[in-house]
């Protein structure tokens, strides 16, 4: 069982930047792939970004390609999520989610992640 939690949140306005963290319980963590999703009012959760256990390998939506960057630092069992430029589009709850299938590499569906975050508000004023 690993819980996780997420932090940095907040208001911005556009073009300004947040830096989210997502804190883990457990060292197994270590071992997963971890991914942020996002989930805005009335619509369904997104892929945003994924990164692989060993923090070599990356993997961004599109949208966020060139804006965001996911990072990790497994000595202190957290993954963060950059965000500059934000869009007032980028307004969502952001997720931290677990995966543990590791083995098949980088996924971005959200059903392929076991373990998920409380989530933290992020909100971009235009």
């Known amino acids: 069982q690993v819980q996780l939690v997420e932090s940095g949140g907040g208001l911005v306005q556009a073009g300004g930047s947040l830096r989210l963290s997502c804190a883990a319980s457990?060292?197994?963590?270590?071992?997963?792939?971890i991914g942020w999703f996002r989930q805005a009012p009335g619509k369904g959760r997104e892929f945003v970004a994924t990164?692989?256990?060993?923090?070599?390998?990356?993997y961004y939506a599109d949208s966020v390609k060139g804006r965001f960057t996911i990072s990790r630092d497994n000595a202190k069992n957290t993954v963060y999520l950059q965000m500059n430029s934000l869009k007032p589009e980028d307004t969502a709850v952001y997720y931290c989610a677990a995966d543990t299938g590791a083995g098949y590499g980088l996924r971005k569906g959200a059903s392929e992640y076991e373990y998920w975050g409380q989530g933290t508000q992020v909100t971009v004023s235009s």
């Open positions: 990164i692989s256990w060993t923090g070599g390998t990356t």
């Open positions: 457990a060292r197994t963590f270590t071992r997963y792939n």
